[in-house]
């Protein structure tokens, strides 16, 4: 009975690790194959990263909040986002300013970044 235990275990450990290996691969796949999708992630009273690029055309713009309570608008565009989400818009090339829409505390005023569209 243990066998059996110790075995179907064993399987599932395999099937977990077959399962993951296989989430990696699709990942690397998505990102050659979406190139124009950009995931922002914002913090108390910063973006992770001073500048974003992604490719002219439909572009999908994506927020996460890693820390504190942010939305984004980029200046020249339509693209509003509230807490979390995703708004996608027709962008060319250009620099764009990305702006934290959402009173968050004291160093509000200075968050943004910027989104380079090739
Ligand atoms: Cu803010």
Redesign the pocket.
Known sequence: MKKFLFTAMFAMLLLTLAACGGDNSSEAKGEASSGNEVELV?KN?EFAEESYTVPAGDVTISLKNEE????ITIDGTDVKIDGEGKATAKLEPGEYTV???????E???E?STKLIVE
């Open positions: 914002a009273w504190g309570y942010h939305g702006k934290c829409n959402i009173p968050c505390g160093g509000h005023g968050m």
